[in-house]
């Protein structure tokens, strides 16, 4: 099982880097269905990383609401890396091509990291013009 999990994230990783580099995310902002006009306080929400021993337990732990029913829908996260300033670009994309109605799209500053990795990010996603 782990094997295909790992291959199924090479698989997700390999689209993302080849056919979206523009999609790389390090931004700061939340950004959801909102109309041009609302704005976010930055801090308002944060994310958790949870480990759990098991997928039983990560499954029970990962239930959630949803339109006032509980769903255990699975899902794939995607970890997105491009410059801040694309955020909003990055957001779009993902809205427009997503199934779902209201689709997860947070981010978070990269403060500190590989600088190698860091310029790679740097040297193939263009700054905004």
């Known amino acids: 099982m782990l094997s295909k999990n790992i291959t199924l994230f ?16 390090t931004g700061r902002h939340l950004i ?9 306080v930055a801090g308002t929400h944060s994310m958790a990383f949870v480990t759990a021993p098991s997928q039983e337990v990560a499954k029970k732990i990962a239930r959630y609401e949803w339109k006032e029913e509980i769903n255990e ?4 996260l995607m970890m997105i890396k491009t410059r801040t300033s694309r955020l909003e670009e990055v957001t779009k994309f993902v809205r427009e091509n997503h199934p779902y109605e209201v689709c997860e799209v947070i981010s978070s500053q990269i ?3 590989n600088p190698p990795y860091l310029d ?7 700054e905004k013009e």
């Open 10 to 25: 090479c698989m997700c990783l390999a689209f993302v880097a080849v056919c979206m580099p523009i999609l790389f995310t």
């Open 32 to 40: 959801s269905r909102m109309t041009a006009t609302a704005t976010y």
């Open 73 to 76: 829908d699975s899902e794939v």
């Open 111 to 113: 403060d500190q990291g």
């Open 120 to 126: 790679w990010i740097s040297s193939i996603v263009p």
